[in-house]
């Protein structure tokens, strides 16, 4: 792509200065129609992985056609890249979800903290102390991280404007519709493997970023021990290498749909607090000015 390094420079400063469009933020109508397909496709008793797949196909197909269409026009292409990547990254909404949570640990209500990151995990949040609180909330900025920024500008910088799209749509349709529960666990395997496939590279690209961007050596150790034992197999690295550079133990048991669900731990150290979560935030910061360098760098030797 001729213009990669100054679109990602562009993209990521207007999601800094801007934020997540506040109205209109094109992924509430496609998961409007996502919606839609499943109620329609997802009939069979027990589910199908055929008609699964046939949902993906027909939720994801038809808009990355259009914006592959669309970017390579002549006049208005990089604007249309432009516009895809600002709406596929979601930096600044990362510390617009955690921020809050912190100011509310530090101002000792606990109530609002456990309301606050229960907007921003599937667990149950009822009934954590401030360490509970704190941990989920770093956990949350660390993966979150790696889906909602950084793989989205891997595949930006690897196949342009329909290269994000796929891949946020996809990364969607995960989040939609890749539960283990009894409607969606053959209707979403094909959207919760993909997802999987698409993260693959991306989150082994951002534990070395954590690493880099923290304290490496405990990073790199665990990852190699920890992560292996996460139930996710991209979510496994990103975490204990983020907890690891932030030199803090995360991970353990958590309440899931009423059940507690024994988590193994991730990194060393003691728990999180409050502060650790604008660490986390920090972290994350100094791997996508990282990443950007990288790009930028990588673009300029290529047109040099």
Do not use: K
């Amino acid at each position: 792509m001729s213009l990669l390094g100054p679109l990602v420079v562009a993209g990521v400063a207007l999601d800094a200065l801007l934020g997540e469009p506040r109205r209109h933020h094109p992924l509430v109508g496609f998961g409007n129609l996502a919606a839609g397909l499943e109620r329609r496709l997802n009939t069979a008793a027990g589910g199908s992985i055929a008609r699964g797949a046939l949902g993906w196909v027909l939720a994801v197909v038809p808009p990355v056609a259009l914006v592959w269409w669309l970017a390579a026009q002549p006049v208005i292409g990089w604007l249309v890249s432009l516009l895809c990547l600002y709406a596929a990254i979601g930096w600044e909404s990362l510390g617009a979800h955690a921020r809050p949570v912190a100011q509310a640990l530090e101002h000792g209500d606990l109530p609002r903290a456990r309301e606050l990151v229960g907007r921003m995990v599937s667990r149950d949040t009822r009934a954590l102390d401030e360490e509970g609180v704190a941990s989920a909330t770093v956990e949350s900025v660390l993966e979150n991280g790696s889906d909602a920024v950084f793989a989205a500008l891997f595949w930006f910088a690897v196949a342009g404007a329909p290269g994000v799209v796929l891949y946020r749509l996809a990364n969607t349709l995960d989040a939609m519709w890749g539960y283990r529960s009894p409607r969606f666990l053959l209707f979403g395997r094909v959207a919760a493997r993909l997802d999987d496939l698409l993260n693959f590279i991306p989150a082994r690209l951002v534990a070395l970023s954590y690493a880099l961007c923290g304290n490496a050596r405990l990073a790199w150790r665990c990852w190699r021990s920890r992560a292996p034992l996460w139930d996710s197999p991209n979510a496994g690295p990103v975490m204990a290498a983020g907890a690891g550079a932030l030199e803090r133990e995360l991970g353990g048991p958590a309440i899931y749909h009423g059940v507690i669900e024994e988590r193994p731990l991730l990194g060393e150290g003691p728990r999180a607090t409050a502060a650790d979560i604008d660490r986390a935030l920090a972290l994350v910061r100094r791997s996508v000015l990282l990443w950007v360098l990288v790009i930028v760098l990588i673009w300029g030797l290529s047109h040099a």
